[in-house]
């Protein structure tokens, strides 16, 4: 990861709103690519959080332990302490600063993108063709360039998608909403970046490049299919879950 290219003008360093704001305000940049490491950076944070409150519970189920009040046999967080901390470790040392880093990137990328294609028409209404084709070329260097980033995005995204598909099995049930919404992100993230990089295959098309690339986007959709059935398989055992509580609460009156 290329951290060093950050500049100190961080979109991340702004407040919600302005932030949001900056995403309505019809400019070219924050765009989609950006979104979709947003949908990511959230979906980690959600994470560390339920892996945090979890950590926390091992630690009284510790205390319980040793004062006889729970049996071994009877944990639930402990088991899996060590695999909560490796998630955090992973978002907080590899996830997240990837993601962080390819939202300041696209965002600056693609505006470049941009200025090169309104370039390229000013050449085309002047009538300079081999400036037009110039700018042409170059727009095109760079879409290719961001696309790329988008692939990145993706794959964090996937991660993040296992991390809370993990979280949600084994880690603190009363926060599953947490998790859940974690889970969602992730999956969003990867679907925008599905549609962003088809969007761009559609300009790039005509170069070699775009053939590999097409087949791992149809790959990654293929992929993303299978999570979706498991996260939709989740919000329905969770479901179930509410159906047997109301019947219990029923049957006690």
């Not at 009877?74 to 470790?89: A, V, Y």
């Amino acid at each position: 990861m290329d951290k060093g290219l950050v500049t100190t003008s961080s979109l991340l360093d702004k407040s919600v709103n302005g932030l949001l704001d900056d995403f309505g305000a019809g400019n070219s940049a924050p765009g989609s690519g950006s979104a979709a490491a947003l949908m990511g950076i959230l979906a980690g944070k959600l994470i560390i959080t339920v892996c945090s409150l979890s950590i926390k519970k091992a630690a009284q189920e510790k205390r319980a332990i040793d004062d006889g009040t729970i049996k071994s046999n009877q944990l639930k967080f402990i088991p899996f302490e060590n695999q909560f901390q490796f998630i955090i470790d992973d978002i907080k040392n590899n996830i997240e600063p990837e993601l962080k880093y390819l939202f300041e990137e696209d965002s600056k990328e693609f505006e470049q993108v941009v200025e090169l294609r309104k370039q390229r028409i000013q050449a085309g209404n002047d009538g300079n063709k081999e400036l037009q084709s110039k700018y042409s070329k170059e727009s095109l260097d760079k879409l290719q360039h961001v696309t790329g980033f988008v692939f990145r995005i993706s794959d964090q995204c996937f991660k993040l998608i296992d991390h809370g598909n993990f979280i949600f099995d084994k880690a603190y049930t009363a926060v599953r909403g947490d998790s859940g919404a974690a889970i969602s992100a992730a999956i969003a993230g990867v679907t925008s970046s599905i549609f962003i990089i088809n969007l761009n295959l559609v300009s790039l098309s005509r170069r070699n490049w775009s053939k590999d690339k097409k087949k791992a986007c149809d790959e990654m959709y293929e992929k993303l299919q299978k999570k979706q059935i498991e996260a939709f398989t989740r919000v329905g055992a969770l479901s179930s879950e509410v159906v047997e509580t109301m019947q219990f609460n029923i049957d006690d009156v």
